[in-house]
């Protein structure tokens, strides 16, 4: 699924809570964090008419980031990071990271009909290769949906919590953007 959608929904997990803004951008980005591993689309592209090519996309994207170990890792990290509430900071973005592996199961088939399959016990176990039979295309409607239902959450959330991810860039384009909120639809 695309990083914008897991974002949102990494954002919806923490929205609520009475936390921080750095404890709420790290929930948010848990719920990215499993998608480091396609930067190598970067280095594959490159170097595909290379006489070396590095196809570190095709070979680590779906391996690297998504399992256990790296959630793992992720979650200790928003532990360590957290300023207050670290205990439930950390579990947040555990189950940030786990929306993010559920959303990739229900809808990250390529066009192609690949499945990447999820190796979720990496680096404990080669053994277990998530898939899920029904799953949809990366541009299928699901998706668009899910994405625009988010958006919707993430409007309301803004409005009745008083806080929106642009928290994470400025905190007066935050106030600003739940003040005109409040000021058109009331306050909640
Ligand atoms: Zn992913």
New binding site residues.
């Given amino acids: 699924?695309h990083v914008g959608t897991?974002f949102f929904a990494g954002w919806m997990v923490g929205v609520a809570p009475d936390l921080g803004p750095r404890e709420r951008a790290l929930i948010a980005l848990a719920g990215v964090a499993?998608?480091l591993d396609?930067l190598g689309l970067v280095v594959e592209t490159v170097t595909a008419d290379s006489p070396h090519p590095l196809p570190w996309y095709s070979l680590y994207h779906?391996v690297l980031?998504?399992n256990l170990g790296f959630a793992l890792l992720v979650t200790l990290a928003s532990f360590v990071l957290a300023r207050r509430r670290a205990a439930r900071t950390a579990t947040l973005a555990f189950a940030s990271f786990h929306l993010?592996l559920l959303f990739?199961l229900a809808g990250?088939r390529g066009t192609d009909g690949e499945q990447w399959p999820i190796p979720y016990l990496l680096p404990f176990s080669q053994g277990l290769q998530l898939t899920w039979s029904g799953q949809w295309t990366l541009g299928a409607w699901q998706n668009t949906l899910l994405t625009s239902v988010l958006l919707v959450a993430t409007v309301w959330a803004a409005w009745r919590f008083g806080r929106s991810p642009l928290a994470l860039v400025s905190a007066r384009a935050d106030e600003a953007v739940v003040r005109a909120l409040r000021g058109r639809f009331g306050y909640p």
Avoid: A, R, T
């Fill in positions: 699924m897991h499993p998608d396609g779906h980031g998504h993010h990739d990250s």
